[in-house]
């Protein structure tokens, strides 16, 4: 059964950090790109970072650039998301989606940047 489930998210101020997590299951981790989305209430889904499976090559959402980091621990399967200098308008679901031979989706985490 394949599994990608989120954890991390939360309520921070803004200027603070976060780290997400996405434990992978039930499929060839490695194999795949990985990819962190957000939507906001009201808002479109926007895809905010992506890993390539093999040699780590990542990419970001203008938005996002300079404050936000991928990375992927192929050996743990899992794809993390951190999050620095973090303001009012990163608030969203955050989810993870495996895109390979399939795409997979998790359920997503809240994150909120509030004070």
């Known amino acids: 059964q394949v599994q990608l489930v989120e954890s991390g998210g939360g309520l921070v101020q803004p200027g603070g950090s976060l780290r997400l997590s996405c434990a992978a299951s039930?499929?060839?981790?490695?194999?795949?790109?990985m990819r962190w989305y957000r939507q906001a209430p009201g808002k479109e889904r926007e895809l905010v970072a992506a890993?390539?499976?093999?040699?780590?090559?990542?990419n970001y959402a203008d938005s996002v650039k300079g404050r936000f980091t991928i990375s992927r621990d192929n050996a743990k399967n899992t794809v993390y998301l951190q999050m620095n200098s973090l303001k009012a308008e990163d608030t969203a679901v955050y989810s993870c989606?495996?895109?390979?031979?399939?795409?997979?989706w998790g359920q997503g985490v809240q994150v909120t940047v509030s004070s």
């Open positions: 989606s495996a895109w390979g031979p399939y795409n997979y």
């Open positions: 039930g499929f060839t981790f490695s194999s795949y790109a």
């Open positions: 890993i390539s499976n093999i040699l780590g090559r990542t």
